[in-house]
């Protein structure tokens, strides 16, 4: 693990003497005609942009994103948003001992108990053929592929192990909301919440950095895994069409709207419940990265942020430490 001191836990003014991989790299044009280097930095906490003003066409030519590199400069920030006034930036040699995988924020989760917990809920389904058919789409290749992922790009559980976190997150909320509305199909909203995510396997790459493929970038991760399954139950013996139409439906409209990308809207129990546990799993997990990211000293409120309509409060109320695992209204 790189030893310095993260990102996120500098302030305004404090010196930065950090080794940083380059996330993006290039040339823009002022209103004035004037050119300059625009460069986004980052660690496992936090990405910051830089802005080169003068004599940068050497950097420029020498660095490439997914570089690593060492800088030297001081905390800034521009309208509230943190940036890096450069003062030297410069490669990386092997006897620094630095990897690309020292940038990549990860869970803080260990995935080997995420990996038992994920396989023990598959063994819990009692419908012969959704069990089949999770079972081969996680074989051995494609569940090393959706540890590995994130389950977005920026907003939520933006880091290694990511995605599996956010599913197994779902995966409880619904198991819940059958508990209390046994009108819920268990089996086929659990199969659901599994599914939901894998196309983002596809769809997003792991380097320096997380972006979208290209293939990502023209199907969607909806369809991704849409398309999947409706191949996978095919080398399913008799399955059974309304249980696959019900499924996909699941997956094709989990974000809920028709402007947030999903071809139709939930129109089933499990398909409502699916949307808003999504919705909850995600948004918990995006507000609480924000307000640990950028709650400083003695402030209580976040930069005005776009993705969440609002700017965030924090308040100084320490969490209940009584109630843990507290399932007692639902025995």
């Known amino acids: 693990m790189l030893a310095q001191i993260d990102l996120s836990n500098l302030n305004k003014d404090d010196s930065v003497d950090h080794y940083l991989v380059i996330r993006k790299i290039e040339t823009r044009t002022t209103k004035n005609g004037n050119d300059y280097l625009s460069l986004e930095l980052g660690d496992r906490s936090l990405s910051v942009n830089s802005n080169i003003w003068d004599n940068f066409e050497f950097i420029y030519k020498r660095f490439k994103a997914g570089d690593i590199v060492k800088v030297k400069g001081v905390m800034d920030d521009y309208k509230g948003i943190p940036q890096i006034n450069i003062s030297s930036i410069k490669s990386v040699a092997e006897s620094d001992n630095v990897s690309v995988s020292d940038f990549l924020p990860k869970s803080q989760r260990d995935p080997e108990k995420m990996k038992k917990e994920f396989f023990n809920r598959i063994e819990r389904i009692s419908d012969h053929y959704l069990k089949e058919l999770i079972k081969n ?131 089933t129990l499990e398909a409502i419940t699916l949307y808003q546990a999504d919705e909850l799993s995600a948004k918990v997990n995006a507000y609480k990265n924000a307000l640990s990211s950028e709650i400083k000293s003695d402030n209580k409120w976040t930069r005005f942020i776009p993705l969440a309509a609002t700017d965030l409060h924090q308040h100084n109320l320490s969490p209940r430490t009584n109630n843990k695992n507290d399932n007692s209204l639902f025995d």
């Open 137 to 267: 789409i996680f074989n051995e290749n494609n569940f090393r592929k959706f540890i590995n992922s994130p389950a977005g790009k920026s907003w939520h559980h933006a880091y290694v192990f990511g995605l599996m976190e956010h599913t197994l997150e779902i995966i409880k909320i619904c198991d819940l909301m059958c508990n209390i509305h046994p009108e819920i199909n268990r089996d086929l909203l659990i199969s659901g919440a599994i599914m939901h995510d894998f196309g983002k396997t596809e769809e997003l790459s792991v380097d320096a950095s997380f972006s979208y493929t290209d293939k990502g970038k023209l199907l969607g991760h909806i369809a991704i895994a849409a398309m999947l399954i409706n191949e996978e139950t095919k080398k399913i013996l008799s399955f059974p069409e309304e249980l696959k139409n019900n499924l996909l439906h699941i997956i094709l409209s989990h974000q809920g709207k028709l402007e947030f990308a999903s071809p139709v809207v939930p129109k």
